[in-house]
């Protein structure tokens, strides 16, 4: 199994700036490609950014987020950060953490969430 755990969530006003980060762990296994999904009240899931091991970014294909949003990651700790700025209220959303990885034992594994980070951008 692996461990997520998110954190830096909260309420800001629109053009602040957040940043979430997001901690894997787990033993006997690799952490891969890891990313930041949404979730606003009545709607989808969606794909906010992903990056791989190598550290090769994905961003959702809208313009909703490009420009303003920024994945990094540090694979010494299994950590990922993202730096959200110019916040706007369509931004509020619960921001999930998605984590694969690679067992030693099993091969590829997951996806695993975490339970959730809620942003919410003041109207």
């Known amino acids: 199994q692996v461990r997520i755990v998110e954190d830096g969530g909260g309420e800001v006003q629109p053009g602040d700036s957040l940043t979430l980060s997001c901690a894997a762990s787990g033993s006997g296994r690799d952490i891969t490609t890891m990313g930041w999904y949404r979730q606003a009240p009545g709607t989808q899931r969606e794909l906010v950014a992903s990056?791989?091991?190598?550290?090769?970014?994905?961003?959702a294909e809208s313009e909703s987020v490009k420009g303003r949003f920024t994945i990094s990651r540090d694979n010494a700790k299994n950590m990922i950060y993202l730096q959200m700025n110019s916040l706007k209220p369509e931004d509020t959303a619960v921001y999930y953490c998605r984590v694969e990885s690679v067992s030693i034992h099993w091969g590829r594994e997951g996806p695993f969430w975490g339970r959730g980070t809620q942003v919410t951008v003041a109207t």
């Open positions: 990056i791989s091991e190598t550290g090769v970014a994905d961003y």
